[in-house]
């Protein structure tokens, strides 16, 4: 994504700074948040220490994503996928045989009240009047719906169409209708998690409403270990109390697997940036063997600040998870989708528009968070004493300001400043996607090119010679040897090398996005599908 920008709009700072905001977001958002959360499952599995949990969970999924990239985390991520939403759906059928049925949940729900509230507000602790309601009030609902539709709507265009980690499955594709058809069983599998994950955890409240709602900071911080609210603890515990032996284990795995495909894949995405938009940067020299090097080393850096980072976790938005992700997200993204969006439909817009608009759009977004992080978020028994002026706006109220003011700033200064000729921006926006033209590349000399490029060309001359005269007296390497290079994900052998026909016709072969008719019209009619059923759930839970 970053190296898209920088071919959309020419010079590097737009690139730097897109890699170093996303690997800010991936620890602030991602891994600390997944960190968390599989830290949650383990301590009510095993009962141990919150932060050992974190090393077991970290340890197993390191290990395989560090010897087997991209590659490992897509076959893995396929297999977790079937065994997540097979244990899902029986923890359901569980779930709701407990209660009754659906009719059950809406009843007993909301007469599910701790039996110690001490001196707190009813509101603390009694079921919101309209919990089973997806559109809530505007001005005092915990989500309001205009928020909840636009809101999201803005960090939804960050994080599935923007995002490293999104982006790079798509690119792995074998071809176009590969891509669609992945993003539409995504959307399909998406409309889940309201009946796996968000029902259960209301009929967890129900069945332990001790524990899970929780509002005596003494007794929350004897049950989960953080004074704030035990709302987190609601699946797990469900999870690990309500299942029988056979079937714990499986759904304990299914869900730790998800996290640890999820922190995987942020790993992989991460390293990528850094490697190729931030390490090549300091090190043009860098050979690919000490590139990936980098990449294994900057994984341990981020799991380092990560861990540090997770005491914030769980205790920002009265300890709740889905909202100190979407809070955070809310104040740092929409600059991001504001300059993606119009990068690809307002070919006016040019780099300084975009830079500036970035930059700015990030000042205002962390004065909201610093602000939230040095006076605190509160809870419903001890409210923050943030001025209002900065923390009165609900999050999502928020998201929607900022993607308006950097859609503004983008524009203006654009406006004021050289546009972009169209020859730098065939097949890089909307209007120009279907030119055939050949495009120029703006700043092609620019990045790591050229940085002894002429020099790579004439040292690949000279080092094919000798390794022609070397290949055939090289030693076979050692046993250690080849398991080190296993182990980092070094070539075992020498790459094949291609003629200029067959990397003109592998070029070809990369850069088609051409569909055969039949699976086009399949995917598209299944997206129409997928759009409807969506539309359909909204309207009957509003």
């Given at each position: 994504?970053?190296?898209?920008?920088?071919?959309?709009?020419?010079?590097?700072?737009?690139?730097?700074?897109?890699?170093?905001?996303?690997?800010?977001?991936?620890?602030?958002?991602?891994?600390?948040?997944?960190?968390?959360?599989?830290?949650?499952?383990?301590?009510?599995?095993?009962?141990?220490?919150?932060?050992?949990?974190?090393?077991?969970?970290?340890?197993?999924?390191?290990?395989?994503?560090?010897?087997?990239?991209?590659?490992?985390?897509?076959?893995?991520?396929?297999?977790?996928?079937?065994?997540?939403?097979?244990?899902?759906?029986?923890?359901?059928?569980?779930?709701?045989?407990?209660?009754?049925?659906?009719?059950?949940?809406?009843?007993?729900?909301?007469?599910?009240?701790?039996?110690?509230?001490?001196?707190?507000?009813?509101?603390?602790?009694?079921?919101?009047?309209?919990?089973?309601?997806?559109f809530r009030d505007p001005v005092n609902g915990d989500l309001p719906w205009p928020g909840l539709i636009f809101g999201l709507t803005i960090q939804a265009a960050w994080y599935w169409c923007t995002d490293q980690v999104i982006v790079q499955r798509c690119l792995s594709a074998k071809n176009?209708?590969?891509?669609?058809?992945?993003?539409?069983?995504?959307?399909?599998?998406?409309?889940?998690?309201?009946?796996?994950?968000v029902m259960p955890g209301m009929i967890s409240r129900v069945l332990?409403?001790?524990?899970?709602?929780?509002?005596?900071?003494?007794?929350?911080?004897?049950?989960?270990?953080?004074?704030?609210?035990?709302?987190?603890?609601?699946?797990?515990k469900m999870v690990v109390d309500l299942m029988p032996n056979g079937l714990r284990g499986l759904m304990l795995s299914a869900m730790l697997a998800s996290l640890m495909s999820s922190l995987t894949s942020i790993f992989n995405s991460a390293s990528t940036l850094f490697t190729m938009d931030?390490?090549?940067?300091?090190?043009?020299?860098?050979?690919e063997k000490e590139l990936m090097i980098a990449g294994r080393l900057f994984i341990l850096v981020l799991i380092g600040v990560s861990i540090a980072w997770i005491p914030i976790v769980q205790t920002s938005q009265s300890g709740k998870l889905f909202d100190y992700i979407q809070s955070i997200t809310s104040y740092l993204a929409p600059p991001i989708a504001a300059v993606f969006v119009l990068a690809i439909f307002c070919k006016r817009v040019?780099?300084?528009?975009a830079f500036y608009g970035l930059l700015i759009g990030l000042a205002i977004g962390l004065s909201r968070m610093i602000a939230e992080f040095a006076y605190g978020t509160g809870t419903c028994m001890k409210p923050s004493n943030c001025p209002k002026i900065i923390c009165g706006v609900h999050y999502l109220y928020f998201s929607l300001i900022l993607f308006a003011a950097s859609i503004v700033l983008v524009l203006c200064i654009s406006l004021m400043t050289k546009p972009i000729?169209?020859?730098?921006?065939?097949?890089?926006?909307?209007?120009?996607?279907?030119?055939?033209?050949?495009?120029?590349?703006?700043?092609?000399?620019?990045?790591?090119?050229?940085?002894?490029?002429?020099?790579?060309?004439?040292?690949?001359?000279?080092?094919?010679k000798e390794q022609c005269m070397q290949d055939k007296s090289a030693p076979e390497p050692s046993f250690c040897r080849k398991a080190y290079n296993w182990f980092c994900g070094f070539e075992q052998k020498k790459a094949q090398k291609l003629?200029?026909?067959?990397?003109?016709?592998?070029?070809?072969?990369?850069?088609?996005?051409?569909?055969?008719?039949?699976?086009?019209?399949?995917?598209?009619?299944?997206?129409i599908i997928l759009l409807a059923v969506c539309v359909f759930f909204h309207g009957f839970f509003g």
């Open positions: 994504m970053p190296e898209y920008l920088k071919k959309r709009f020419g010079g590097q700072r737009i690139r730097v700074y897109l890699s170093v905001l996303s690997v800010f977001l991936y620890i602030f958002t991602k891994i600390s948040a997944d960190m968390f959360s599989g830290a949650i499952f383990i301590r009510q599995a095993l009962k141990i220490d919150i932060y050992l949990a974190v090393v077991m969970l970290l340890l197993i999924t390191a290990l395989y994503t560090v010897t087997g990239g991209l590659a490992a985390v897509i076959y893995t991520d396929t297999l977790q996928t079937v065994i997540m939403v097979v244990g899902s759906f029986i923890l359901m059928g569980f779930a709701f045989d407990k209660v009754g049925g659906y009719e059950g949940l809406q009843e007993k729900y909301m007469q599910a009240i701790p039996s110690v509230v001490g001196n707190y507000s009813a509101a603390c602790y009694t079921p919101r009047p309209d919990s089973f309601h997806i176009m209708s590969h891509v669609k058809a992945g993003c539409i069983l995504c959307g399909y599998l998406k409309l889940l998690p309201m009946f796996l994950m332990y409403p001790d524990e899970v709602a929780c509002v005596v900071p003494e007794l929350c911080k004897s049950y989960c270990d953080a004074e704030v609210g035990c709302s987190n603890i609601a699946y797990p931030i390490y090549t940067k300091i090190r043009n020299k860098a050979s040019n780099e300084p528009g000729d169209d020859k730098h921006l065939y097949r890089l926006c909307w209007s120009l996607r279907n030119s055939k033209e050949e495009r120029i590349e703006l700043d092609s000399d620019d990045w790591t090119e050229n940085h002894g490029s002429r020099r790579a060309v004439k040292q690949t001359e000279e080092i094919s003629t200029k026909e067959e990397e003109a016709e592998l070029k070809k072969q990369l850069m088609d996005t051409s569909e055969k008719p039949l699976w086009r019209n399949v995917v598209n009619a299944n997206a």
